[in-house]
């Protein structure tokens, strides 16, 4: 391949047309001892200024594709700034690499939004790599930055979300996730930033700690989007209904999601029972068989009976199906004598509730302990109690043998 086939193939390339520019790129590289050793064997020992103008063409790239603010390599707009520094030894490859990638990256991200000042809007004007590093690092620019790198988050998870769309209407927006990337999502996008263990940094494990056990459902009200009411993740296997911050969780959390959302919960089953198919069917990834809809549904109105049970003001309370309706009598009945009181029947005492094991084991620490009670809720108080300072996701929580 000719030297001109690889200028026009590659972003910096195309802009070595001077040979004395190129030998100096080759000696550069022949002394930078940051470069990956891997791809400098591959060159072998006597590679020719074709192969090493590719080799530092693929390695910028490489590098500008992959910063805290996105790809900033396919314009090339870096590449002949980054190169004359490089060959006048003011940066090695590792400056490039690390940081300086990322330096760039938010200054495009600044510059493309409109939020330099003036003074640092003219790029060529810049002398070194670590004076852009200065300005972007500055209190000016901080929280921009931040806001523009976590956009960039949630775009990239929003990308990648897989989730069924339970109800989705004026008032509320109703999920079931099958993946990290929607619980993220549903975390840090539209309104409050909510402290869900399954969409925060290290949401990965805690999602595939929960989501084999039963459906996650995600819950936002619209109308209230930003209060920590607003947004409310449930995962009935573990009895778990949690607010925003999770200030408000398990039977505290069904009984406040009852009040602030009665009839919601039967419209969501309603909508889990309509996508039965769809559910089971995109949750096989997930779980062996995929979720099983009907026991999933039994499961809420067991686990968060005051969530599922609660009726918006003037409607009744649905009667058990089983319930026989009362008739009118034909006639009074006659009055009859009443009958001599009988002595009270000794009350016969009430069957404790049978006690389970649970192996409850410590997150940071890794220590274990076995811990008989009732069930679920019952454990994790117990913990708590003990331990004031900590909280439900310090822990995992498992049924022990």
């Known amino acids: 391949m000719k030297l001109t086939q690889i200028v026009n193939e590659a972003n910096v390339a195309a802009k070595l047309k001077d040979p004395k520019t190129i030998k100096r790129l080759t000696i550069a590289m022949r002394h930078d001892n940051t470069l990956p050793r891997s791809a400098v064997a591959k060159l072998g020992p006597r590679p020719s200024n074709d192969d090493i103008v590719q080799l530092w063409s693929n390695l910028l790239d490489q590098s500008l594709s992959r910063t805290n603010y996105g790809d900033v390599s396919a314009d090339g707009k870096f ?105 993220y999502t549903f975390n840090n996008s539209a309104g409050f930033q909510a402290s869900f263990c399954t969409g925060s940094s290290s949401g990965l494990r805690w999602f595939n700690r929960y989501a084999p056990e039963g459906p996650i459902i995600s819950i936002l009200d619209k109308e209230n989007a930003d209060d920590v009411n607003g947004k409310w993740q449930m995962h009935a296997p573990t009895g778990q209904m949690n607010n925003g911050d999770q200030s408000i969780t398990y039977s505290r959390g069904d009984e406040k999601f009852s009040e602030l959302f009665p009839g919601l919960m039967k419209r969501i089953t309603a909508a889990m029972k309509e996508k039965a198919q769809e559910i089971n069917q995109e949750s096989q990834e997930i779980t ?64 404790e509730p049978a006690q389970q094991t649970f ?41 022990a043998d």
């Open 79 to 183: 590449d002949e700034w980054l190169t004359k520094l490089y060959i006048n030894g003011i940066v090695d490859f590792e400056d490039i690499n690390g940081e300086g990638g990322d330096a760039l990256g938010a200054w495009k991200a600044l510059s493309t939004r409109g939020r330099l000042a003036e003074p640092h809007q003219d790029f060529n004007k810049f002398q070194s790599l670590r004076k852009i590093q200065q300005i972007v690092q500055s209190r000016e620019y901080r929280s921009d930055l931040e806001r523009i790198k976590n956009a960039e988050e949630i775009e990239k998870h929003k990308r990648e979300k897989k989730e069924t769309t339970l109800i989705d209407d004026d008032r509320f927006l109703v999920t079931l996730p099958y993946n990290y990337g929607a619980c």
């Open 359 to 399: 192996l409850v084991t410590q997150v940071a620490t890794g220590r274990q302990a076995r811990i008989p009670a009732i069930d679920m809720n019952d454990v994790q108080r117990m913990v708590l109690q003990r331990y004031p300072n900590t909280t439900v996701d310090d822990y995992t929580w498992e049924l």
């Open 288 to 351: 062996r068989g995929g979720y099983d809809v009907d026991a999933s549904i039994a499961e809420i109105k067991n686990r968060l009976p005051q969530s599922y049970n609660a009726t918006p003001k003037g409607e009744e309370p649905e009667a058990p199906a089983d319930e026989p309706q009362q008739q009118e009598p034909e006639r009074e009945p006659e009055p009859q004598p009443e009958p001599e009181p009988e002595a009270p029947a000794a009350a016969e005492p009430e069957e």
